[in-house]
């Protein structure tokens, strides 16, 4: 099967096989596929992989069990007003007043 792609297509493909990605185009584009037609549900999933909706835990569940391993001295060491002053922290920009 020959399948003609647009040139920039062609060099990411390349470049991901250099860079160890993919062992081939066809390994690449074989992949790509798969999660495609698995995303656009053109393909069913394996019964081993289908979780029931029911089994979705809420956000705070799933926050709760990756943070149950953070001591309470990490915790504390968080500053007071990380909510409020979140740009600050996070981008390093001037702290706002506050109100």
Not at 9 to 20: D, F, K, P, Q, T
Not at 49 to 70: G, N, R, S
Not at 81 to 89: I, S, T
């Amino acid at each position: 099967m020959t399948i003609n792609v647009s040139k920039d297509v062609e060099n990411a493909i390349e470049a991901a096989v250099r860079s160890g990605q993919f062992a081939s185009a066809g390994q690449m584009v074989d992949k790509l596929v798969r999660d495609y037609a698995q995303h656009t549900q053109q393909q069913p999933q394996p019964a081993s992989q289908e979780v029931p909706q029911a089994a979705h835990k809420p956000i705070w569940e799933e926050i709760l069990e990756l943070t149950a391993d953070v001591p309470d001295e990490k915790w504390d060491k968080l500053p007071t007003d990380l909510a409020e002053q979140h740009d600050h922290y996070l981008y390093g920009t001037p702290k706002r007043p506050t109100t």
